[in-house]
Antibody
């Protein structure tokens, strides 16, 4: 059974930092691009960043470039998102998901972790 | 970036009705389109990939069609458990982008 478990979400002040983690199981983690997505309260889905299987390529949403860093540890089947200089508009539930480039879909999603940026 | 639009933004239909949601891309994306269902408080669930391919385990009442810029998701016979928000997502290029969602309610 595929499982993705996100953690690390918290209440943080504007300008603060957080590190999100996602531990995967039940599929070949190292074979997939991995993706972070988010959903602000009551809003739609937004892709945030993704990383290639070997970490050699990374892509970011323009609004998080220079502030967020995606990374992975294939030996631990884990995905990370380092978030710095957080803003109120970063408040959202953050999800991780493997991205199947051959089909274009995000087959499995974790339960999400809530990041709240507020003073 | 490729912009995705959906219509309608919400629809209310009766049990047994056929419901169709449309999605339009701001530029051609071939068949690189996926559809998701999201229920309140839950993560999205992949229904359709590559425009018309049913994800494993998804009931056949869901179907997708289209290519290029215009796509649709059809629920052939609406049931109470289909009450949810539905999103399209283009997979032609990064950044992956989603439509704003269509909320489907039961009358």
């Amino acid at each position: 059974e595929v499982q993705l478990v996100e953690s690390g979400g918290d209440l943080v002040q504007p300008g603060g930092s957080l590190r999100l983690s996602c531990v995967a199981s039940g599929f070949s983690f190292s074979s997939y691009w991995m993706t972070w997505l988010r959903q602000a309260p009551g809003k739609g889905l937004e892709w945030v960043a993704n990383i290639k299987q070997d970490g050699s390529a990374r892509n970011y949403l323009d609004s998080v470039k220079g502030r967020f860093t995606i990374s992975r540890d294939n030996a631990k089947s884990s995905l990370y998102l380092e978030m710095n200089t957080l803003r109120a508009e970063d408040t959202a539930v953050y999800y991780c998901a493997p991205y199947d480039t051959s089909r274009g879909g995000l087959d499995y999603w974790g339960q999400g972790t809530l990041v709240t940026v507020s003073s | 970036d490729i912009q995705m639009t959906q219509s309608p933004s919400s629809v209310s239909a009766s049990v047994g009705d056929r419901v169709t949601i449309t999605c339009r891309a701001s530029q051609g994306i071939s068949s690189w389109l996926a559809w998701y269902q999201q229920k309140p408080g839950k993560a999205p669930k992949l229904l359709i990939y590559a425009a018309s391919n049913l994800q494993t385990g998804v009931p056949s009442k869901f179907s997708g069609s289209g290519s290029g810029t215009d796509f649709s998701l059809t629920i052939s016979s609406l049931q109470p458990e289909d009450s949810a928000t539905y999103y399209c997502q283009q997979a032609n290029s990064f950044p992956l982008t989603f439509g704003p969602g269509t909320k489907v309610d039961i009358k």
